[in-house]
């Protein structure tokens, strides 16, 4: 758990993103923030060892059981990050609009290397959810789970 790769894509002088620090706390909280940057985009983040655990899920966390979507793993963001909102200048890494689309806890109910089964509680999304992580690097799959 690093913010070393976060840190070094951002030029903080210039875009309104948090700096940040990792900061243990004993809150599980996500965030999904909807991005406009060059392709359009959802930003998925769990709280967890100081950090925001970060995927980009090009289709968005469905609110549907069984429909499965890929999340591709980035770098870790500040957990300050979970209320960011506004827009990143052009030219700059990241460069769009970004908004929370919703926010709320989770319950961690398993996490091991390559799977990660968590119930969130937020506004919107509701219910069990499952990321599995893909044998290429980065890739996860993320879905709701029917119970």
Sequence with gaps: MTLEKYWRKRKFEKTPEPKGKILKTKKSRFVVQEHWATHHHFDFRLEMEGVLKSWAVPKGVSEKAGAKRLAVAVEDHPVDYIDFEGK??????????????????????????????FILKGKKLKGNYNLIKFKKPNQWLLFKIKL
Excluded: H, P
């Excluded at 919703?102 to 109910?109: A, S």
């Design 88 to 117: 990143i200048s052009e030219g700059l890494y990241g460069a769009g609009t970004v908004k929370i689309f919703d926010k709320g806890e989770y319950e961690l109910i398993e996490k091991t290397d390559s799977r990660i089964l």
